[in-house]
């Protein structure tokens, strides 16, 4: 089992800046993708950015150009640089991993508990 612990939330003025980071801890063969989600009060879970293995990246089309994802796979840790923050970017932000436990497991989704982003205007 894999569990994600995510850190880096809080309240941030639009504009500024703001670094999520999480850490996938347990037992792990392999992640071959992790993510950022968020889920806004009112609203569905959404993909924010996701990277893979393969150098694959994805964002969100609201988050293009302010957000960067990145990887640390030596230290299992997924990384959301928020820049020019905005209201609208409020949100519990989730850590997602795909993971494999050995090499015969088939693959297992692990989330995070979440982190508060508070964007104020």
């Known amino acids: 089992q894999v569990r994600l612990a995510e850190s880096g939330g809080g309240l941030v003025q639009a504009g500024g800046s703001l670094t999520l980071s999480c850490v996938a801890s347990?037992?792990?063969?392999?992640?071959?993708?992790m993510g950022w989600y968020r889920q806004a009060p009112g609203k569905q879970r959404e993909m924010v950015a996701t990277i893979n293995d393969g150098g694959g990246i994805d964002y969100e089309d609201s988050v293009k150009g302010r957000f960067t994802i990145s990887r640390d796979r030596s230290m299992n840790t997924v990384y959301l640089q928020m820049n020019n923050v905005k209201a609208e970017d409020t949100a519990v932000y989730y850590c997602h991993a795909y993971y494999y436990s050995d090499f015969r497991s088939s693959g297992s989704d692990a989330w995070g508990q979440g982190t508060l982003v508070t964007v104020s205007s």
């Open positions: 347990g037992t792990i063969f392999a992640i071959p993708g």
